[in-house]
């Protein structure tokens, strides 16, 4: 379905691809923050507001027609380096809950703000729904 891009010699990373090609349907999903559909805040919480944006970015997705196995990349916006490293096995727990084992090229970022003054963590990101092969 994709051809995930692993340069010779290289070291192999751990859940998340160096890169991927990929030809057919694009989805591009708007950054995503932990708030429910009803733009409100349920929890404080860095995991649960990723395992939220995570939902919502899955949400995105399938009103695209497309699912989590088809997201190519993604970026993280977050505000604390630390706490994300901290809690980094809990994270890999609700990645999987709502991804499952599709791991993308990913990029993480420290912030000093994001819009939202609640917001912890915003994901962006881009889905591809392959061409079908003849």
């Known amino acids: 379905m994709f051809e995930f891009l692993q340069p010779p010699g290289w070291a192999k990373p ?13 989805i591009f999903v708007a ?3 932990g708030w429910n559909e009803q733009c409100k805040f ?3 919480d860095l995991v649960a507001q990723i395992g939220q ?5 899955d949400a995105v997705v399938r009103a695209g027609g497309a699912g989590p196995e088809h997201i190519v990349s993604m970026t993280w916006f977050l505000l604390d380096r630390k706490e994300y490293s ?4 809990e994270i890999g727990m ?3 809950d709502v991804i499952g084992r599709n791991f ?3 990029t993480a970022l420290q912030v000093s703000g994001l819009i939202e003054d609640r917001a ?4 962006q990101a881009i889905a591809m729904i392959p061409d079908q092969m003849d």
């Open 104 to 106: 993308p090229a990913m």
């Open 86 to 89: 901290a809690r980094l096995k």
């Open 120 to 123: 912890k963590v915003e994901i």
């Open 53 to 57: 944006t995570l939902k919502n970015v």
């Open 94 to 96: 609700v990645y999987r």
């Open 31 to 33: 950054g995503q923050i």
């Open 42 to 44: 349920e929890s404080d």
């Open 14 to 26: 751990s859940g998340y691809a160096n890169g991927i090609a990929a030809r057919g349907k694009m």
